[in-house]
């Protein structure tokens, strides 16, 4: 055999393999970038596609309209529309009506969450409790309200609170008794609606965890001597933390933009506007007195709270070591 041949094959077998890309067979080629992506995030790649547009194109819209002069002169052309920057916001944050205005809503929005949260968690512990046919009709009751539209549960309320033929002034023997006129009287009504509506979701939520805990865990609980409440208290909200974060957070976000039993039990705000919410505020100013980019700077005004709000519970639900 010739030298050149053997001298060759000695070279080669000498060499590590490589296979046909040029790198050794032994070295791990690095991931791609897509293939880095957690698989949590792909799954939620095909909501994100609609939703993102869905609200976020909105958005854009609402912010790019506040910092604009847009009135009704603007809409109809008659008018070139001027960019204004934050003005908008130094008006809204200027008046005084907008600050009474965000305290009553944020006083009626934590009770609405609170008294939703506390009837949903009743109603829930006693769909434990009773007997199937029970059981079914409360389930079948509760859905009822929560499908009911809030146009119509809250003309059908009116009807049951009219101050000459209402049903709840028939059964009080109230007649002639006008629940809408008193400042007070009239958020306490309006939010019996609210709640009337909103509690279902909360019942239904907790309900569906409740059963998902295993029973075991409270019998153990029983046998150690603990009593129907300090179960719930020690047992069974540790364990549907997760839940009452979903819910509570839906809580804030519905109840803080209540819109429909505000203006329709009140007739738009009450009496001299004492019974306004931001959402209704908002409304009068941008539709009632025409100013499009005040009603704007409202609602960006609200997005920014919610979420300020949203964070903050977030936020000490993690200092106090809970898990979500």
Not at 273 to 293: D, I, R, T
């Amino acid at each position: 055999m010739p030298a050149t041949t053997v001298t060759a094959r000695a070279d080669q077998g000498d060499s590590p393999v490589r296979p046909a890309g040029g790198a050794p067979a032994g070295a791990r080629r690095r991931p791609g970038l897509l293939a880095r992506i957690p698989v949590p995030l792909w799954l939620l790649l095909p909501a994100a596609v609609v939703l993102i547009p869905l609200f976020g194109y909105p958005l854009y819209q609402l912010g790019l309209l506040s910092v604009l002069k847009f009135g009704q002169p603007q809409a109809s052309g008659g008018v070139p529309t001027e960019f204004v920057g934050l003005s908008n916001y130094s008006d809204v944050l200027g008046d005084a009506q907008f600050w009474s205005v965000l305290g009553q809503t944020l006083a009626f929005a934590a009770f609405c969450v609170l008294t939703t949260l506390a009837v949903g968690a009743t109603c829930a512990v006693l769909l434990t409790r009773v007997g199937r046919w029970p059981r079914l009709m409360l389930m079948f009751g509760a859905l009822g309200a929560w499908a009911a539209p809030a146009m119509t549960g809250s003309t059908v309320w009116m009807f049951l609170l009219d101050t000459n033929s209402g049903l709840v002034n028939e059964v009080l023997g109230t007649q002639g008794h006008n629940w809408m006129y008193d400042k007070w009287s009239a958020f306490a009504m309006v939010a019996v609606v609210v709640v009337w509506h909103s509690f279902p979701f909360v019942m239904i939520t907790l309900y569906a965890g409740i059963q998902a805990i295993p029973d075991s865990v409270v019998e153990a609980a029983r046998l150690d001597g603990a009593g129907t409440v300090t179960i719930f208290r020690k047992i069974m909200l540790p364990m549907l933390r997760p839940l009452l974060v979903i819910v509570v957070i839906q809580s804030i976000i519905w109840d803080f933009k209540v819109f429909t039993q505000i203006y329709v039990m009140t007739g738009g705000g009450g009496i001299a506007g004492q019974n306004l919410v931001l959402n209704v505020y908002a409304y009068q100013k941008a539709f009632v007195a025409e100013n499009y980019s005040l009603g704007a700077a409202i609602g960006v005004l609200m997005t920014l709270i919610l979420l300020a709000v949203t964070a903050v519970y977030i936020r000490s639900l993690r200092r106090s070591g809970e898990e979500l």
